[in-house]
């Protein structure tokens, strides 16, 4: 692939647990963007990252945190996880002088 | 009202058949458009990038911009099994960033 991998791949967890979802890039990429996908929705920009330490909202940010002390490193963090962030969860990278993004291969998280 | 709108199908085509696939927007300041193909279970991939009005050709792979009515086309032409995917419009008011996705399309070529 191109560089970005997410960890976990699949999780389940519990209502009123904290997750954090890792998204580790090796592209030295200045931008970072976490997105939701779900049935009838497409995907949506939950928090997104334009350096270490600069990040911004989405459409769909209540109920998730972001962190960026690293380059190559965009944590996404739910505080406590609902029924409804249940979701198929996408990395995705792009730089400057690019033009469209490169993906990770997503994170499926059941909350039960 | 989405900002974006794509018919989500599915779409079902035979083999060699050609495919269009289609998204309305509503946001004029939209310059960069682009196109991805996701097969089931994998992350989106990006299958072309369109700046501005008109056409441009890669392979089987046309797509269509019309800024004045608001609207990009896909067209896959000699269609194959391997083209069944999920494809997602995607577009932005400046380059990458930001990209305001289409729900997607379901395809389905039939051998």
């Known amino acids: 692939d191109a560089g970005i991998t997410q960890s976990p791949r699949h999780k389940v967890t519990e209502t009123g647990t904290p997750v954090t979802l890792r998204c580790h890039q090796t592209e030295n990429h200045r931008y970072m963007y976490w997105y939701r996908q779900d049935p009838g929705h497409g995907l949506r920009l939950i928090h997104y990252s334009y350096g270490v330490k600069d990040t911004d909202k989405g459409e769909v940010s209540d109920g998730y945190s972001v962190s960026r002390s690293k380059t190559e490193d965009f944590l996404l963090t739910l505080e406590s996880a609902t029924s409804s962030q249940t979701s198929v969860y996408f990395c995705?990278?792009?730089?400057?002088?690019?033009?469209?993004?490169?993906f990770g291969s997503g994170t499926r998280l059941t909350v039960v | 009202q989405k900002e974006v709108e794509q018919d989500p199908g599915p779409l079902s085509v035979p083999e060699g058949a050609i495919v269009s696939l289609n998204c309305t927007y509503s946001n004029s300041a939209f310059q960069y458009f682009m196109w991805y193909r996701q097969y089931s279970r994998k992350g989106p991939e990006l299958l072309m990038y369109t700046y501005s009005s008109g056409n441009k050709e890669d392979g089987r792979f046309t797509a269509q911009v019309d800024k004045s009515s608001k609207y990009i086309s896909l067209f896959i032409r000699d269609s194959q099994p391997s083209d069944s995917a999920t494809y997602l419009c995607a577009m932005s008011e400046d380059g990458a960033q930001k990209l305001v996705f289409g729900q997607g399309t379901r395809l389905t070529i039939n051998p």
């Open positions: 995705a990278i792009t730089s400057t002088n690019n033009y469209g993004y490169t």
